[in-house]
């Protein structure tokens, strides 16, 4: 069970990046999926979750009209849309398994096998 994020990289503020979240070893379409990150120096902090069939998503109040989180089953994959981006967005990005479904996320443990991270700068 191997779920990796990918798709960071150093952006100007207002810029965009998409993240992938690809699953290996089991089928992603069985689980919801979280996006987290961390920031140098700070908490690890929910951004975005999706139920398993992609018919219900959360996202936290920063990125709310910004961030959007979808999902492709038939590919196995999970993302991350990040449109004006800010230097606060700065952060390791990473994919969970989330087990209530997103019910529980702000309670940030409902987590299941987390992904290796990306890492997203925004910065002029």
């Avoid at 004006?84 to 019910?103: F, G, I, M, N, V």
Wanted: with cysteine.
């Amino acid at each position: 069970v191997q779920l990796q994020a990918s798709g960071g990289g150093l952006v100007q503020p207002g810029g965009s990046l998409r993240l992938s979240c690809a699953a290996s070893g089991f089928t992603l379409g069985y689980y919801a999926i979280a996006w987290l990150r961390q920031a140098a120096g700070k908490e690890r902090e929910w951004v975005a979750c999706i139920s398993n069939s992609g018919g219900m998503s959360t996202h936290t109040d920063s990125v709310k009209g910004r961030f959007t989180i979808s999902r492709d089953n038939t590919k196995n994959t999970v993302y991350l849309q990040m449109n004006s981006l800010k230097p606060e967005d700065t952060a390791a990005y990473y994919c969970a398994t989330e087990l209530s479904q997103c019910r529980d996320i702000a309670t940030m443990t409902s987590f299941g096998p987390w992904g290796q991270g990306t890492l997203v700068t925004v910065s002029s």
